[in-house]
Protein backbone atom coordinates (compact mmCIF):
# COMPACT_ATOMS: atom_id res chain seq x y z
CA UNK A 1 0.00 0.00 0.00
CA UNK A 2 1.28 3.39 -1.23
CA UNK A 3 0.52 6.52 1.31
CA UNK A 4 1.60 9.93 0.01
CA UNK A 5 2.07 12.37 3.15
CA UNK A 6 2.07 15.51 4.21
CA UNK A 7 3.55 17.21 6.66
CA UNK A 8 3.42 21.15 7.75
CA UNK A 9 3.45 21.39 11.43
CA UNK A 10 6.16 23.75 12.13
CA UNK A 11 8.67 25.32 9.82
CA UNK A 12 9.34 22.38 7.52
CA UNK A 13 6.91 21.66 4.50
CA UNK A 14 7.56 18.03 3.62
CA UNK A 15 5.84 15.11 1.20
CA UNK A 16 7.07 11.74 0.98
CA UNK A 17 5.58 8.26 -0.63
CA UNK A 18 5.87 5.54 2.13
CA UNK A 19 5.03 1.88 1.05
CA UNK A 20 3.50 -0.64 3.93
CA UNK A 21 4.46 1.56 6.80
CA UNK A 22 8.52 0.86 6.16
CA UNK A 23 9.21 1.22 2.92
CA UNK A 24 10.26 4.89 1.74
CA UNK A 25 9.82 5.58 -1.67
CA UNK A 26 10.25 9.54 -1.20
CA UNK A 27 11.12 11.73 1.42
CA UNK A 28 11.60 15.55 0.43
CA UNK A 29 12.14 18.23 3.24
CA UNK A 30 11.71 22.07 2.26
CA UNK A 31 12.76 24.07 5.46
CA UNK A 32 12.82 27.34 6.52
CA UNK A 33 15.04 27.78 9.08
CA UNK A 34 17.41 30.31 7.33
CA UNK A 35 14.55 32.73 7.52
CA UNK A 36 13.24 32.53 10.89
CA UNK A 37 17.19 32.53 12.39
CA UNK A 38 16.88 36.34 11.52
CA UNK A 39 13.84 36.43 13.87
CA UNK A 40 15.58 34.46 16.57
CA UNK A 41 12.73 31.98 16.24
CA UNK A 42 9.75 30.72 14.39
CA UNK A 43 7.50 33.70 13.29
CA UNK A 44 3.83 31.56 12.68
CA UNK A 45 2.69 33.86 10.52
CA UNK A 46 5.71 33.37 7.75
CA UNK A 47 5.97 29.76 8.36
CA UNK A 48 2.28 29.50 7.05
CA UNK A 49 2.88 31.73 3.88
CA UNK A 50 5.98 29.48 3.60
CA UNK A 51 3.97 26.29 4.04
CA UNK A 52 1.96 27.65 1.13
CA UNK A 53 4.22 28.50 -1.73
CA UNK A 54 6.17 24.83 -1.18
CA UNK A 55 3.44 22.51 -0.92
CA UNK A 56 2.99 22.12 -4.45
CA UNK A 57 6.44 21.88 -5.46
CA UNK A 58 7.28 19.75 -2.64
CA UNK A 59 4.40 17.28 -3.12
CA UNK A 60 5.45 16.89 -6.87
CA UNK A 61 9.10 15.85 -6.48
CA UNK A 62 8.11 13.26 -3.89
CA UNK A 63 5.50 11.62 -6.19
CA UNK A 64 8.56 12.23 -8.80
CA UNK A 65 11.32 10.40 -7.02
CA UNK A 66 8.65 7.90 -5.95
CA UNK A 67 8.28 7.42 -9.70
CA UNK A 68 4.46 7.48 -8.88
CA UNK A 69 1.36 9.79 -10.08
CA UNK A 70 -1.08 10.85 -7.75
CA UNK A 71 -3.54 8.43 -9.03
CA UNK A 72 -0.91 5.68 -7.91
CA UNK A 73 -1.20 5.82 -4.55
CA UNK A 74 -3.65 4.41 -2.37
CA UNK A 75 -4.35 6.76 0.46
CA UNK A 76 -3.11 10.91 1.30
CA UNK A 77 -2.20 11.22 4.75
CA UNK A 78 -1.51 14.81 6.11
CA UNK A 79 -0.49 15.95 9.98
CA UNK A 80 -3.88 17.59 11.58
CA UNK A 81 -2.50 17.90 15.02
CA UNK A 82 -0.62 19.56 17.08
CA UNK A 83 1.52 21.89 15.58
CA UNK A 84 1.38 25.89 14.81
CA UNK A 85 -2.46 26.42 13.68
CA UNK A 86 -1.71 28.59 10.37
CA UNK A 87 1.02 25.68 9.51
CA UNK A 88 -1.17 22.92 10.12
CA UNK A 89 -4.15 24.61 8.03
CA UNK A 90 -2.20 24.94 4.73
CA UNK A 91 -1.32 20.73 4.97
CA UNK A 92 -4.49 19.98 5.92
CA UNK A 93 -6.81 21.80 3.47
CA UNK A 94 -4.02 20.80 0.72
CA UNK A 95 -4.02 16.89 1.41
CA UNK A 96 -8.11 17.22 1.23
CA UNK A 97 -7.95 18.64 -1.80
CA UNK A 98 -5.17 15.86 -3.32
CA UNK A 99 -7.72 12.62 -1.29
CA UNK A 100 -10.73 14.24 -3.50
CA UNK A 101 -9.42 15.80 -6.87
CA UNK A 102 -7.90 11.94 -6.69
CA UNK A 103 -10.57 10.19 -5.03
CA UNK A 104 -8.35 8.49 -2.57
CA UNK A 105 -9.08 8.00 1.44
CA UNK A 106 -7.91 10.89 3.55
CA UNK A 107 -5.86 9.60 6.79
CA UNK A 108 -5.11 12.38 9.45
CA UNK A 109 -2.49 11.56 11.73
CA UNK A 110 -1.23 12.74 14.89
CA UNK A 111 2.40 14.72 15.20
CA UNK A 112 3.90 12.66 18.21
CA UNK A 113 2.55 8.86 16.92
CA UNK A 114 4.00 10.01 13.67
CA UNK A 115 7.54 10.70 15.77
CA UNK A 116 6.78 7.44 17.29
CA UNK A 117 6.85 5.82 13.70
CA UNK A 118 10.18 7.09 12.76
CA UNK A 119 11.24 3.96 14.43
CA UNK A 120 9.27 1.62 12.53
CA UNK A 121 10.94 3.05 9.33
CA UNK A 122 14.70 2.73 10.75
CA UNK A 123 13.72 -0.88 12.30
CA UNK A 124 11.35 -2.86 10.44
CA UNK A 125 11.06 -5.44 12.54
CA UNK A 126 10.03 -3.49 15.57
CA UNK A 127 6.61 -3.92 16.87
CA UNK A 128 5.05 -2.57 19.78
CA UNK A 129 4.21 -2.94 22.59
CA UNK A 130 7.35 -0.78 24.30
CA UNK A 131 8.32 2.22 26.37
CA UNK A 132 9.00 5.46 24.53
CA UNK A 133 10.66 8.70 25.21
CA UNK A 134 8.91 11.66 23.30
CA UNK A 135 11.22 14.63 23.54
CA UNK A 136 10.78 17.76 20.87
CA UNK A 137 10.29 21.06 20.86
CA UNK A 138 7.34 21.16 22.40
CA UNK A 139 6.46 18.05 23.52
CA UNK A 140 8.60 15.77 26.50
CA UNK A 141 6.73 12.48 27.43
CA UNK A 142 7.31 9.01 28.55
CA UNK A 143 4.94 7.18 26.58
CA UNK A 144 3.76 3.53 26.42
CA UNK A 145 2.92 2.68 23.10
CA UNK A 146 0.57 -0.26 23.56
CA UNK A 147 -0.23 -0.88 19.88
CA UNK A 148 0.35 0.66 16.54
CA UNK A 149 -2.85 3.49 17.50
CA UNK A 150 -3.39 2.62 20.65
CA UNK A 151 -0.75 5.30 23.41
CA UNK A 152 -0.83 5.90 27.50
CA UNK A 153 1.16 9.02 28.68
CA UNK A 154 2.93 7.75 32.01
CA UNK A 155 4.56 11.18 32.08
CA UNK A 156 4.76 14.79 30.32
CA UNK A 157 6.26 17.89 31.47
CA UNK A 158 4.79 20.60 33.94
CA UNK A 159 6.07 23.54 31.78
CA UNK A 160 8.73 24.11 29.03
CA UNK A 161 9.75 20.74 26.87
CA UNK A 162 12.99 19.64 26.76
CA UNK A 163 13.70 21.15 23.33
CA UNK A 164 12.17 24.19 24.26
CA UNK A 165 14.56 24.84 27.32
CA UNK A 166 17.72 23.98 25.21
CA UNK A 167 16.79 26.73 22.42
CA UNK A 168 15.47 29.63 25.40
CA UNK A 169 18.88 28.58 27.19
CA UNK A 170 21.07 28.69 23.86
CA UNK A 171 19.41 32.36 23.35
CA UNK A 172 20.41 33.56 26.67
CA UNK A 173 24.37 32.20 26.15
CA UNK A 174 24.27 34.15 22.58
CA UNK A 175 23.56 31.21 19.87
CA UNK A 176 21.74 31.78 16.98
CA UNK A 177 18.35 30.12 15.87
CA UNK A 178 18.37 27.35 16.48
CA UNK A 179 19.90 27.55 19.41
CA UNK A 180 19.56 23.58 20.74
CA UNK A 181 21.99 22.17 17.82
CA UNK A 182 24.48 25.01 18.43
CA UNK A 183 24.59 24.42 22.27
CA UNK A 184 24.63 20.70 21.57
CA UNK A 185 27.89 21.32 19.18
CA UNK A 186 29.09 23.46 21.82
CA UNK A 187 28.94 21.00 24.67
CA UNK A 188 30.80 18.40 22.57
CA UNK A 189 33.95 20.26 23.43
CA UNK A 190 33.16 21.84 27.40
CA UNK A 191 32.87 20.38 30.87
CA UNK A 192 30.26 20.33 32.59
CA UNK A 193 31.90 22.35 35.36
CA UNK A 194 28.75 24.81 36.55
CA UNK A 195 26.34 23.51 39.37
CA UNK A 196 22.89 23.51 38.39
CA UNK A 197 19.31 22.07 39.40
CA UNK A 198 17.92 18.86 38.73
CA UNK A 199 13.62 20.01 39.34
CA UNK A 200 11.73 17.35 39.97
CA UNK A 201 7.62 17.13 40.47
CA UNK A 202 6.77 16.15 43.74
CA UNK A 203 4.36 13.11 43.96
CA UNK A 204 4.78 12.67 39.77
CA UNK A 205 8.28 10.19 39.69
CA UNK A 206 7.77 10.44 35.99
CA UNK A 207 7.03 14.18 35.04
CA UNK A 208 9.21 16.45 33.53
CA UNK A 209 10.36 20.12 34.49
CA UNK A 210 12.67 22.53 32.55
CA UNK A 211 11.75 25.78 33.53
CA UNK A 212 13.71 25.88 37.19
CA UNK A 213 16.82 24.40 34.77
CA UNK A 214 16.57 27.61 32.35
CA UNK A 215 16.11 30.03 34.95
CA UNK A 216 19.16 28.91 36.46
CA UNK A 217 21.27 29.14 33.37
CA UNK A 218 19.39 32.99 33.03
CA UNK A 219 20.80 33.80 36.65
CA UNK A 220 24.18 32.38 36.34
CA UNK A 221 24.38 34.56 33.22
CA UNK A 222 22.57 37.63 34.70
CA UNK A 223 25.44 37.84 38.12
CA UNK A 224 28.34 37.18 35.53
CA UNK A 225 27.06 40.06 33.46
CA UNK A 226 26.59 42.33 37.07
CA UNK A 227 29.80 41.37 37.94
CA UNK A 228 31.81 41.93 34.71
CA UNK A 229 32.81 38.08 34.63
CA UNK A 230 33.21 36.15 31.78
CA UNK A 231 31.34 32.78 31.73
CA UNK A 232 32.77 29.96 29.02
CA UNK A 233 30.12 29.12 26.55
CA UNK A 234 31.15 25.76 26.25
CA UNK A 235 31.26 24.95 29.85
CA UNK A 236 27.99 26.14 30.52
CA UNK A 237 26.42 24.00 27.60
CA UNK A 238 27.77 20.85 28.32
CA UNK A 239 26.64 21.51 32.27
CA UNK A 240 23.25 22.08 30.57
CA UNK A 241 23.44 19.37 28.23
CA UNK A 242 24.30 16.87 31.34
CA UNK A 243 21.22 18.26 33.23
CA UNK A 244 18.99 17.61 30.91
CA UNK A 245 20.50 14.30 29.62
CA UNK A 246 20.50 13.18 33.81
CA UNK A 247 16.64 14.29 33.77
CA UNK A 248 15.40 12.24 31.00
CA UNK A 249 17.41 9.37 32.18
CA UNK A 250 16.73 9.32 35.77
CA UNK A 251 12.30 9.73 35.06
CA UNK A 252 12.45 7.41 31.76
CA UNK A 253 14.78 4.50 32.49
CA UNK A 254 13.10 4.92 35.98
CA UNK A 255 9.65 4.39 34.71
CA UNK A 256 11.49 1.21 32.49
CA UNK A 257 12.81 -0.57 35.63
CA UNK A 258 9.82 0.56 38.02
CA UNK A 259 7.15 -0.80 35.40
CA UNK A 260 9.07 -3.73 33.90
CA UNK A 261 9.95 -2.90 30.67
CA UNK A 262 13.00 -3.62 28.59
CA UNK A 263 11.77 -2.73 25.48
CA UNK A 264 12.81 1.41 24.78
CA UNK A 265 12.71 3.76 22.24
CA UNK A 266 13.30 7.65 21.37
CA UNK A 267 11.34 10.04 19.11
CA UNK A 268 11.20 13.56 18.49
CA UNK A 269 13.57 16.31 17.05
CA UNK A 270 15.34 16.14 20.25
CA UNK A 271 16.51 12.22 20.54
CA UNK A 272 19.00 13.49 17.73
CA UNK A 273 21.08 15.51 20.71
CA UNK A 274 24.16 14.11 20.33
CA UNK A 275 24.86 13.83 24.31
CA UNK A 276 20.92 12.80 24.88
CA UNK A 277 21.63 9.98 22.50
CA UNK A 278 24.77 8.57 23.87
CA UNK A 279 23.66 8.57 27.04
CA UNK A 280 20.68 7.03 26.81
CA UNK A 281 22.98 4.37 25.14
CA UNK A 282 25.21 3.85 27.54
CA UNK A 283 22.68 3.26 30.46
CA UNK A 284 20.27 0.99 28.26
CA UNK A 285 23.41 -1.28 27.93
CA UNK A 286 24.39 -1.23 31.41
CA UNK A 287 21.08 -2.08 32.52
CA UNK A 288 20.60 -5.14 28.94
CA UNK A 289 18.04 -3.03 28.24
CA UNK A 290 16.88 -2.86 24.40
CA UNK A 291 17.43 0.67 22.69
CA UNK A 292 15.57 2.45 19.46
CA UNK A 293 16.88 5.58 18.13
CA UNK A 294 16.01 6.69 14.95
CA UNK A 295 18.75 8.18 12.38
CA UNK A 296 19.14 11.72 12.56
CA UNK A 297 17.07 12.29 9.09
CA UNK A 298 13.97 11.08 10.53
CA UNK A 299 14.15 12.53 13.91
CA UNK A 300 13.45 16.23 12.88
CA UNK A 301 10.14 16.63 11.08
CA UNK A 302 9.37 14.65 7.77
CA UNK A 303 6.70 13.15 6.16
CA UNK A 304 8.27 10.03 5.95
CA UNK A 305 6.80 8.92 9.51
CA UNK A 306 3.56 10.86 8.80
CA UNK A 307 3.46 8.34 6.17
CA UNK A 308 4.49 5.24 7.82
CA UNK A 309 1.72 6.13 11.33
CA UNK A 310 -0.46 6.37 8.46
CA UNK A 311 -0.59 3.08 6.90
CA UNK A 312 -1.26 1.71 10.52
CA UNK A 313 -3.80 4.58 11.12
CA UNK A 314 -5.52 3.39 8.25
CA UNK A 315 -5.11 -0.71 8.99
CA UNK A 316 -7.20 0.60 12.30
CA UNK A 317 -9.94 2.19 10.21
CA UNK A 318 -8.99 5.84 10.36
CA UNK A 319 -10.50 8.02 7.61
CA UNK A 320 -11.67 11.51 7.49
CA UNK A 321 -13.54 13.50 5.15
CA UNK A 322 -13.99 16.80 3.91
CA UNK A 323 -14.90 17.85 7.46
CA UNK A 324 -11.59 17.27 9.29
CA UNK A 325 -9.90 20.56 11.08
CA UNK A 326 -6.31 21.09 12.06
CA UNK A 327 -6.08 21.44 15.89
CA UNK A 328 -3.09 23.31 17.41
CA UNK A 329 -3.49 20.85 20.42
CA UNK A 330 -4.59 17.19 21.22
CA UNK A 331 -3.57 14.53 23.82
CA UNK A 332 -2.01 11.48 21.68
CA UNK A 333 -3.79 9.39 23.36
CA UNK A 334 -7.36 10.72 21.10
CA UNK A 335 -7.57 9.90 18.00
CA UNK A 336 -9.17 12.17 14.83
CA UNK A 337 -13.20 11.40 14.26
CA UNK A 338 -14.18 8.98 11.85
CA UNK A 339 -15.16 10.00 8.21
CA UNK A 340 -18.64 12.02 8.69
CA UNK A 341 -18.33 11.72 12.57
CA UNK A 342 -19.59 14.51 14.80
CA UNK A 343 -16.14 17.30 15.33
CA UNK A 344 -14.53 16.15 18.07
CA UNK A 345 -12.04 13.69 19.42
CA UNK A 346 -12.54 9.81 20.90
CA UNK A 347 -10.30 7.74 22.21
CA UNK A 348 -8.35 5.18 19.95
Not at 48 to 54: G, V, Y
Not at 104 to 120: E, F, G, M, T
Request: proline letters at 5%; glycine letters at 10%; aromatic letters at 6%.
Amino acid sequence: MKILAIESSCDETAAAVVEDGVNVLSSVVATQIEEHRLYGGVVPEIASRRHCEAIVGVTEEALSQAGVALSQVDAVAVTAAPGLIGALLVGVNFAKGLALSAGKPLIPVHHLRSHVAANYIAYPEMKPPFLCLVVSGGHTQIVKVEDYTRFQVLGRTRDDAAGEAFDKAARAMGYPYPGGVELDRAAQSGKPVYSLPRPSVEGSPYDFSFSGLKTAVLNLLNQARMKGETLSKEDLSASFQQAVCDLLAERFLGAAEALGWRKLALAGGVSANSGIRARMEQECQKRGYNLYIPPLKYCGDNAAMVGSQAYYEYLAGSRAGLELNAAASMPMEDAFPLEGAALGVRHA
